[in-house]
């Protein structure tokens, strides 16, 4: 597809007024603005939501029913929602208004990815926001960014819609993965991080404002992953860090160069995020392979830019799939195959607890002291208290209604997403939202 097409009319310089104004005033309220959050940890910063839910869960806020195919998840600010969804035949990046439930904007992203697990996009959006959570001054507002099942990323205009540039990843020597381009893209600086994988270089930057490429790593040529890259601050140099398909690796994120690697015996599937705390860097994933943490050391900065890598464990406690790992209070909480729900101290390894029976595989996210862990089978969603002490329950409920368009070997894998006081799931063209703020004492 050569180029995108805003279904809807744009509105506007006055409607970009209206929105900044809308982001500004809740600039001091807690912001999603891409995948796994701010930091892309999985932590949501937000106090002041419940602790229990009544029975049969939190209120139901919402429920916009055209979202279209696909796994992709929710990137929040202020009072709009960007999630993408395949709609007759093609793949589009939507704006959905938090407080209506209601269709802003919808723009293409390209075709369809076709695929026996599901149909349509994966990637969640990314929005512009630096570390504090604020957008670049443009005076058009922010731009945000999203990677289609096929391999396509565009950088649109979050007010309207309208597409600033596309850039595919066949374009970078990359080819379209078994299941499909599920990458988040990453923005650092005046760069958008992305992954096409192949001969041309595996990991590639581009300038944000044009699409042209910046540096692209040509020492590994592996193809991509189902992993979106993470930044970290080390001895002061900020690099990028990535699980491919047979290694996990820290690039300098200026220049590209390889910092460290580490092989990395993937099968089959290699998807969740990796995790960095204070110069160690953990990494997960199904089919039996486990879990290994990594100890960086600085070699010498000024005269080669290497970092030593030491292994502290590999083990097979923690064989995350696709449901994804948090690491808080330094303890690391998750699903892994066979096992069941797992709290893993996070420098040991070692099993601190394990629940089988209360919830199938599933996804997870955090906010506020809990856990939200949502069934990927049933639909079930518990509220458990984050604590080394076991499985704490404050209670759950059923999406309901859910999709008849999923296909038979796809489940409900989108990751909840909690923001401003609102929890999001989503299943297929089904978009949920519900109100999970504690209600002010009179």
């Not at 029913?65 to 202020?78: D, I, K, M």
């Not at 990815?113 to 504090?132: F, H, I």
């Not at 330094?330 to 029976?357: N, P």
């Not at 499985?391 to 209604?401: A, Q, V, Y």
């Amino acid at each position: 597809m050569n180029q995108c097409l805003v279904r809807f009319p744009t509105l506007g310089m006055a409607f970009v007024g209206i929105w900044l104004g809308a982001v500004s005033s809740l600039a001091s309220e807690p912001i999603w603005p891409q995948w796994r959050g701010l930091h892309r940890d999985g932590l949501s910063q937000e106090t002041g939501l419940l602790s229990t839910w009544p029975e049969g869960g939190p209120a139901r806020v919402w429920l916009f029913e055209n979202c279209g195919l696909g796994y992709s998840g929710p990137a929040v600010v202020g009072n709009r929602l960007y999630i993408m969804g395949a709609r007759d035949g093609v793949e589009q990046l939507l704006s959905i208004d938090t407080v209506t439930g209601k269709e802003i904007w919808a723009t293409d992203v390209g075709e369809i990815l076709k695929n026996a697990w599901g149909d349509g996009p994966r990637g969640t959006p990314t929005v512009d926001v630096n570390a504090s959570g604020k957008a670049p001054g443009r005076a058009d507002g922010p731009w945000l960014y999203a990677l289609g099942g096929q391999g396509n990323l565009v950088c649109v205009r979050a007010s309207d819609g309208k597409l600033i540039w596309q850039r595919a990843m066949a374009d970078l020597g990359g080819k379209i993965p078994n299941w499909g381009y599920t990458e988040s893209p990453l923005i650092y600086h005046d760069w958008v991080l992305c992954t096409p994988g192949g001969e041309q270089g595996a990991i590639a930057a581009l300038d944000k404002h044009s699409g042209e490429l910046i540096w692209q790593c040509k020492e590994f040529t592996e193809t991509a992953g189902y992993a979106s890259m993470i930044l970290a601050e080390q001895h002061g140099n900020m690099q990028c860090i990535q699980l491919l398909p047979t290694h996990v690796t820290g690039l300098d994120v200026e220049s590209g160069q390889v910092r460290w690697q580490a092989e990395w015996p993937g099968r089959t599937a290699v998807i969740p995020t990796p995790i960095y705390h204070q110069n160690h860097v953990y990494v997960t994933s199904g089919y039996g392979v486990g879990d290994m943490l990594l100890r960086l050391g600085e070699k010498d900065a000024e005269a080669a830019p290497e970092t030593t890598v030491e292994t502290v464990y590999r083990n097979k406690v923690m064989k995350n799939h696709h449901g994804g790992v948090i690491l808080f209070d330094g303890h690391l909480y998750g699903h892994s195959d066979k096992a069941g729900w797992i709290c893993q101290d996070f420098l040991s390894g070692k099993v601190v607890w394990r629940e089988r029976k209360a919830l199938g595989k599933g996804a997870i996210a955090f906010a506020d002291g809990h856990f939200y862990c949502l069934g990927e089978q049933d639909g079930d969603v518990a509220l458990i208290e984050a604590s080394t002490e076991g499985w704490k329950e404050h209670g759950r409920f059923t999406l309901d209604p859910q999709s008849t368009q999923r296909s038979d070997r796809g489940k409900i894998w989108t990751h909840p997403v909690i923001c401003n006081g609102k929890l999001y799931l989503r299943d297929q063209e089904l978009l949920f939202c519900f109100d999970v703020k504690k209600q002010e004492e009179e």
